[in-house]
């Protein structure tokens, strides 16, 4: 059974830092690109940061370049999200995305997503 289960979400003044957790199962994550979304209230689910099978590839989107920093480790089948210098335009569910590659490729997994708010 797959699972995707995000942790570290919470309430956190404008300048703070959060770091965001997805513990995998069920699958080959060394098989898998990784990815953070985020969606906030009344707009659109979009890419914050993805990281390559391997580590050795990451994007953010513009907004975050700077901030946030995204990692993985292989062997814990686990990829994180550090989020420094946030800001209340940062307020959104945080959501951990799997995308398989080669013959895995068409394989998505998503987890149920975590509270990110940023307010004072």
């Known amino acids: 059974q797959v699972q995707l289960v995000e942790s570290g979400g919470g309430l956190v003044q404008p300048g703070g830092s959060l770091r965001l957790s997805c513990a995998t199962s069920g699958f080959t994550f060394s098989r898998f690109d990784m990815s953070w979304y985020r969606q906030a209230p009344g707009k659109e689910r979009e890419l914050v940061a993805r990281?390559?099978?391997?580590?050795?590839?990451?994007n953010y989107a513009d907004s975050v370049k700077g901030r946030f920093t995204i990692s993985r480790v292989n062997v814990k089948n686990t990829v994180y999200l550090q989020m420094n210098s946030l800001k209340p335009e940062d307020t959104a569910v945080y959501y951990c995305?799997?995308?398989?590659?080669?013959?895995?490729?068409?394989?998505?997994?998503w987890g149920q997503g975590t509270q990110v708010t940023v307010s004072s």
């Open positions: 990281i390559s099978s391997t580590g050795g590839s990451t």
């Open positions: 995305n799997a995308a398989g590659i080669g013959y895995l490729f068409g394989n998505n997994y």
